[in-house]
């Protein structure tokens, strides 16, 4: 089992930086692909980013593509998401994701170990 807790999210203006974390329990961390998803009031979740076990292998929508960046360190348990050039259409719930599988995948359902969310505001 896998419990993972988001952290970092916050009030920011359009242009400016954020940095969101994700801290993982359990022995399977360092073995699992993992991901970052958003979700924005009235909207599905989408995907945003991902990770393979071994954080070598990275994937991104086309729509952070550029001004997003996924790391881990399975040493301290954590994945992050590094957001610069932030928008106001970035403005969501940001959730991290436990997967399935060892290296990165998109589906919703490819993960099954899922933090709390965290919220990210970004004004124009």
């Known amino acids: 089992q896998v419990q993972l807790v988001e952290s970092g999210g916050g009030l920011v203006q359009a242009g400016g930086s954020l940095r969101l974390s994700c801290a993982a329990s359990?022995?399977?961390?360092?073995?699992?692909?993992m991901g970052w998803f958003r979700q924005a009031p009235g909207k599905e979740r989408e995907f945003v980013a991902a990770?393979?076990?071994?954080?070598?292998?990275?994937y991104y929508a086309d729509s952070v593509k550029g001004r997003f960046t996924i790391s881990r360190d399975n040493a301290k348990n954590t994945v992050y998401l590094q957001m610069n050039s932030l928008k106001p259409e970035d403005t969501a719930v940001y959730y991290c994701?436990?997967?399935?599988?060892?290296?990165?995948?998109?589906?919703?359902?490819?993960?099954?170990?899922w933090g709390q969310g965290t919220q990210v505001t970004v004004s124009s």
């Open positions: 990770i393979s076990w071994s954080g070598g292998s990275t």
């Open positions: 359990g022995r399977t961390f360092s073995s699992r692909g």
């Open positions: 994701a436990a997967a399935r599988t060892r290296g990165w995948v998109t589906p919703i359902s490819e993960y099954d170990y």
